[in-house]
């Protein structure tokens, strides 16, 4: 055995003896270690086979009652120096929430068995690619692992050579909320999570390592790692270009991902390609551009809302080896979801008989998980262990007013400042209030490992000489009138607004430049096809100045916020708007 894994194996043998593990089990990824797990939970009742003629090999997990979403407010960073995680974190010093963390891992997994699970986040032979290891009592947790990463024997495989990984522990402990946490040590890359078996809380690959711990280590090493998805615009020209997208969790980057463009759209050719729905890495490749990666393999979509009319493309994912969490059923064994237009939920995602009276029938945050493999819009491209070069980073939020339909930043730095403004009405994606306005920066609120200042000014370093950076885009799909209804339609129509970036990006069209950035000119956004209203159109690319300047001396409250570290920069540039706003 090399010394690299003796190191591991005194890891786990460590963790199986604090927790009192009856078994301790290595998952080497294969089809038969999955097909056993799942016997076994269908056994447990962890698992419930759906409609096996409709949805072969798909399966239902209702979580617990009180664990149906992330908990931010018993997330920490742990970091020596409080200062180090900011303010935009929780912070609990390291010695005390490892002793914390020691007395609730003592004797937690006997009678269960300690999974290993190895995994690699990122192509398996990518430079940009990073691996962990996630020690779990949860098989639900260990099949999630195996559609959302590339695990088992390759990863351990990478381990081995590396030497490097996230050390990762998971135990659903007895679910109780109030010995619930989620811990990360990022100067050891390690993460301790305990009390819950839901998606990020539990799946410790996904915002744990591949953002949280991720973004600590990407700014050690000169990279990023971000809350965005990734799609490929391919021209009739057949000429792509790549797009990262950073909104909130339940803002609709999975449907952004695989949207299918209107027809007339189709008809001259135009495609749209899926590399990643949630999670980028991305690093400036030699050539000066930023290339970017997906590290997840697959997709843990919110469910509800997900139609075919939203999302085709996922629509046709689920029909196979899928884990659904938290829907409702139909009479014949189908999941089922509010926003679906076909089908009646007999039972709800609790599993009670379903009755209107007791809210929505599936969880507003139910959830699927599936390979990214059986997207229809998937691209091999998003194997390429050098990952793709980015011609456009896109930040965006959920307001009801304000916020125009899209704009872009006058530079990089402008950009950096839009993304560190950006605000969003809360989600269902996290336990509290919903449709509350709060601040987001880069939709990494939840996610940032380290202080929101020290973040903001590695962001601004990547604007050196020989840097061809993406230019830097905002967009709302999210606007209301007087009456609540939606201006814009969204989602196959967003296409419209993704082509006059690209435009931009050539060079093509001049735009229309306001105090805060670059809007469409007059005629700029195709309309053909498209059914809107003049009057509408014009507010939602209209800037309200007075709106405006509330706006940025909002905006300047919260950068205050972070103290000296946030980089005067983005106050130059915030008086940049202001005075221009007149
Ligand atoms: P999301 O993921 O916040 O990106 O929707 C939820 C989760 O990881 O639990
Ligand atoms: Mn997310």
């Known amino acids: 055995m090399s010394s690299k894994l003796a190191e591991l194996n005194a890891w786990v043998a460590h963790y199986a003896d604090l927790t009192g593990a009856d078994r301790v089990h290595w998952c080497d990824g294969s089809e038969e270690e999955s097909a056993r797990l799942v016997e076994l939970m269908l056994g447990s009742g962890d698992l419930i086979a759906l409609n096996p003629q409709t949805h ?48 609730l891992y003592k004797g937690c997994m006997k009678g269960r068995t300690l999974y290993v699970v190895p995994y690699c986040m990122g192509p398996i032979d990518s430079p940009l690619a990073r691996c962990g290891v996630e020690i779990t009592d949860s098989p639900y947790v260990v099949a999630n692992m195996r ?75 000169g990279w990023l790692a971000e809350h965005m998805l990734i799609l490929g615009v391919e021209n009739p020209q057949g000429e792509t270009h790549y797009i990262a997208a950073a909104f909130p969790s339940a803002c609709g980057k999975t449907n952004l991902a695989m949207l299918i463009p209107p027809q007339g759209y189709r008809e001259a050719g135009w495609k749209i ?147 560190a403004g950006m605000a969003s009405e809360t989600t269902a994606a996290a336990t509290g209030a919903v449709g509350v306005v709060r601040r987001d920066s880069m939709a990494m609120k939840p996610f940032a490992g380290y202080n929101f200042g020290d973040y903001f000014a590695h962001w601004l370093s990547f604007d050196k000489p020989g840097a061809k950076l993406p230019k830097i885009f905002h967009v709302n799909w999210f606007r209301k009138n007087a009456g609540g209804k939606f201006l814009w339609p969204g989602f196959g129509d967003n296409m419209r607004v993704l082509e006059w970036m690209i435009k931009r990006v050539k060079n093509e069209v001049p735009g229309h430049a306001t105090a805060i950035g670059i809007l469409p000119g007059e005629g700029e956004l195709n309309r053909d096809g498209l059914n809107i209203d003049a009057a509408d159109l014009q507010a939602l690319l209209h800037v309200d100045t007075h709106a405006w300047r509330t706006e940025v001396g909002a905006i300047a409250d919260y950068l205050e916020e972070f103290g000296e570290r946030t980089p005067a920069a983005l106050f130059e540039e915030l008086d940049k708007t202001a005075r221009q706003l007149v």
């Open 147 to 221: 559609l959302m990463t590339r695990m088992g024997a390759a990863a351990l495989a990478r381990i081995e050579r590396e030497g490097t990984f996230v050390k990762g522990v998971h135990s659903t402990g007895d679910l109780n909320p109030d010995r619930r946490f989620i811990m990360h040590f990022p100067e050891e890359l390690g993460i301790q999570s305990f009390g819950s078996g839901y998606g990020g809380n539990a799946l410790l690959g996904k915002k744990c390592h591949a953002l949280r711990i991720a973004s600590w280590q990407a700014r050690q090493e």
């Open 56 to 103: 072969p090999n798909c399966f239902l997990h209702r979580s617990s009652v009180s664990d149906v979403a992330r908990v931010e407010h018993l997330t920490f960073v742990c970091t020596a120096n409080r200062d180090d995680a900011g303010p935009n974190n929780h912070w609990m010093d390291p010695e005390q929430a490892k002793a914390k963390m020691a007395a």
């Open 273 to 419: 390609w899926t590399v990643g729905d949630d999670i980028c890495w991305m690093r400036p490749g030699a050539d000066g551009r930023l290339y970017a990666i997906n590290p997840e393999a697959g997709y843990f979509g919110v469910a509800p809302g997900t139609s075919a009319k939203t999302n085709p493309n996922a629509l046709a994912m689920l029909t196979h080896d899928a884990i659904f969490t938290n829907v409702a059923v139909t009479a014949d064994n189908q999941p089922w979801w509010e926003g679906l237009p076909d089908g009646t939920p007999v039972a709800d995602w609790q599993g009670r008989a379903f009755d209107p009276a007791n809210g929505p029938a599936a969880h507003p945050n139910s959830r699927f998980t599936v390979s990214a493999r059986q997207c229809p819009s998937y691209t091999p491209m998003a194997e390429d262990p050098q990952g793709v070069p980015l011609s456009a980073i896109v930040f965006g939020g959920r307001r009801e007013s304000l916020v125009p339909l899209v704009f872009e930043a006058r530079d990089w730095t402008h950009g950096v400042l839009v993304g």
